[in-house]
């Protein structure tokens, strides 16, 4: 079973903090995905990367970064948080190894942020 | 325009009943189509795939319509566990196997 793991379930911050979300899959995906859910809008693509050191901008990058350091590991990092970015976050990973397999992103848990 | 587009309902049927969710997708290069489902307070996970030919997964059947660009899911036997939202989620084919969602379908299944 594939495993996608976030470092926290909620998180409480003040606004102007820097933040830090983990993430880490366990089934050796090269691509891994930060959105984030809003009531209305769905879930929208911050960041992805399909490689190891590689990121690539989604629809709303502004106010966040990334790091893929590691191929198992992909974090979101807000710069200096504000009360717009209290949201869920949700982290997923898929193959891109030809399978039936490829194309489906397995999701973290989730991480709900409130900025204060 | 929004590149995926599902009513967001909610649908309210009681058990037993069939229930149908269309979505419509905006660019004609998409490639891949799937249904997700996600509960409330969880993440999404897949549902099915949808193929050009149509697919029943039990009581589940998905359709796609390349001319018309709109994808359908099919839900006979309506269950309370059904309960949930449905996203309708399309791949246009760009590196790393970038997803597009819709804003999701909620059913609500009552006794």
């Known amino acids: 079973d594939v495993k996608v793991t976030q470092s926290s379930r909620y998180l409480v911050k003040r606004t102007g903090e820097k933040v830090f979300l983990e993430c880490v899959q366990d089934?050796?995906?090269?691509?891994m995905f930060w959105y984030r859910q809003d009531p209305g809008l769905g879930l929208r693509l911050i960041y992805f990367?399909?490689?190891?050191?590689?990121?690539e901008k989604g629809d709303i990058p502004e106010g966040y970064s990334v790091s893929r350091e590691k191929k198992e590991r992909f974090s979101l990092i807000l710069e200096s948080a504000s009360t717009n970015q209290t949201s869920m976050y949700l982290c997923?990973?898929?193959?891109?190894?030809?399978?039936?397999?490829?194309?489906?992103?397995?999701f973290g848990p989730g991480t709900r942020l409130t900025v204060l | 325009r929004k590149e995926v587009e599902q009513d967001p309902g909610p649908f309210n049927v009681p058990e037993g009943a069939t229930v149908a969710f269309n979505c419509t997708y905006s660019?004609?290069?998409?490639?891949?189509f799937f249904w997700y489902r996600q509960d409330c307070r969880k993440e999404p996970k897949l549902l099915m795939s949808?193929?050009?030919s149509g697919n029943e997964d039990g009581r589940f059947t998905a359709q796609l319509n390349r001319a018309s660009q709109y994808i359908s899911l099919l839900i006979r036997d309506s269950k309370l566990s059904d309960s949930a939202t449905y996203l309708c989620?399309?791949?246009?084919?760009?590196?790393?196997?970038?997803?597009?969602f819709g804003g999701g379908t909620r059913l609500m299944v009552k006794p």
């Open positions: 660019n004609s290069a998409s490639q891949s």
């Open positions: 949808v193929y050009s």
């Open positions: 990367s399909y490689d190891v050191k590689m990121k």
């Open positions: 989620v399309v791949n246009i084919g760009n590196a790393g196997n970038m997803l597009t």
């Open positions: 997923a990973s898929s193959t891109s190894i030809e399978s039936t397999d490829t194309d489906t992103q397995y």
């Open positions: 089934m050796d995906h090269e691509n």
